[in-house]
């Protein structure tokens, strides 16, 4: 198993500006894995992080707009930029660890005026 | 990545044996089934996964049938704190194979 932690659990922000997810695994992992839930929605795949190389993204989830990180094994960023308030959404990153199955975070809860 | 469909709602009373039903039609040799749990606010949690048979754990049981185009998440004695979105997913475990999640099945239960 694996315990992931999100910062921040929440935030609200004005449109045009960005925030900054962070997603911290308490293992060394291999995968990591950004969502988006919209309200009331199953969740939809953003992009694939790998650790030491560019994040692969899904149809219609662009670099620009959602650029991440991964600096090492435990750890990866997931930033929103030019916020709109289409983008108010839940945000989750997971892990895929023994390959059994995925552990997910609690979500980051945007909120764009 | 075989695509499933579930009952988009359900509701059952407590103390029931609550079914849930997915179809995968295209499952592939090397997929495994495997069944999320999300409680509002929070983010998904495994449940199950099987191949084919049964499984059973201390949490539900799920069935697949010979031709595992279909499978069934049971969740014995259902309390009020099962009501969650379910969703069942297939997928192969064999490799580096990212998640793909259907609507779910919005499971609701009464007192």
């Known amino acids: 198993s694996a315990v992931i932690s999100q910062k921040p659990s929440r935030d609200i922000c004005q449109r045009g500006t960005s925030l900054t997810i962070q997603c911290q695994v308490d293992s060394q992992v291999t995968m990591m894995f950004w969502y988006r839930q919209q309200p009331g929605q199953s969740l939809t795949l953003i992009a694939t992080?790998?650790?030491?190389?560019?994040?692969?993204?899904e149809s219609g989830f662009v670099i620009d707009k959602f650029p991440i990180s991964r600096p090492n094994l435990t750890f990866s960023t997931l930033t929103v930029s030019n916020l709109s308030p289409e983008d108010s959404s839940i945000y989750l990153c997971?892990?895929?660890?023994?390959?059994?199955?995925?552990?997910f975070g609690p979500g980051t809860r945007l909120t764009v005026l | 990545l075989a695509k499933t469909t579930q009952p988009i709602s359900m509701d059952s009373y407590e103390g029931q044996e609550v079914n849930i039903t997915c179809s995968h039609n295209?499952?592939?040799?090397?997929?495994?089934i495997t069944w999320y749990q999300q409680f509002p606010s929070q983010g998904p949690r495994f449940i199950i996964q099987?191949?084919?048979t049964k499984v059973t754990n201390e949490v539900a049981s799920l069935f697949i049938p010979a031709d595992r185009k279909s499978s069934t998440l049971s969740l014995p004695r259902v309390s009020l704190s099962d009501t969650a979105v379910y969703y069942c997913l297939v997928g192969d475990m064999n490799r580096d194979d990212k998640i793909i999640f259907g609507k779910g099945t919005r499971l609701h239960i009464l007192p």
């Open positions: 997971s892990v895929d660890t023994t390959r059994d199955s995925q552990y």
């Open positions: 295209n499952i592939a040799t090397n997929d495994y």
């Open positions: 099987g191949y084919k």
């Open positions: 992080a790998n650790q030491g190389s560019e994040a692969t993204y």
